[in-house]
């Protein structure tokens, strides 16, 4: 059973960088085909996709985050991180990392496994 966690601050101060990281349990984030996702839902919104990272190391973003995120993986620790530089309040909401089979997916049913979520507070 794959099990995703993910962590980081829970308040992040405008202007300020938001890194979080997804750790991954009972498979490897190098196994073919697979596509490790940030995903976010802000408050009265949809799901947004902010970017994955594959099998391989090559990464995909999302157009309205593309210029502010970078997504990276530890291999070794079998965990991706997420970096979002500089937030706003708009950030605010609950950040999810979920397995895919392909980047930019927008419906929960397209991901196999899901982490819990973790409530990003963006605010002075």
């Known amino acids: 059973q794959v099990q995703l966690q993910e962590s980081g601050p829970g308040l992040v101060k405008p202007s300020q960088t938001l890194s979080l990281t997804c750790t991954v349990s009972?498979?490897?984030?190098?196994?073919?085909?697979?596509?490790w996702n940030w995903i976010r839902q802000s408050p009265g919104k949809g799901l947004e996709w902010m970017g994955a990272?594959?099998?391989?190391?090559?990464?995909y973003y999302g157009t309205s985050v593309k210029r502010r995120t970078s997504i990276s993986r530890d291999t070794s620790k079998n965990q991706f991180t997420l970096q979002l530089n500089p937030v706003t309040p708009e950030d605010t909401g609950v950040y999810y990392c979920?397995?895919?089979?392909?980047?930019?997916?927008?419906?929960?049913?397209?991901?196999?496994?899901w982490g819990q979520g973790t409530q990003v507070t963006v605010s002075s």
């Open positions: 979920a397995r895919a089979e392909g980047p930019g997916y927008t419906r929960r049913s397209d991901y196999d496994y």
């Open positions: 009972g498979g490897s984030i190098t196994t073919k085909y697979h596509y």
């Open positions: 990272i594959d099998y391989s190391g090559d990464t």
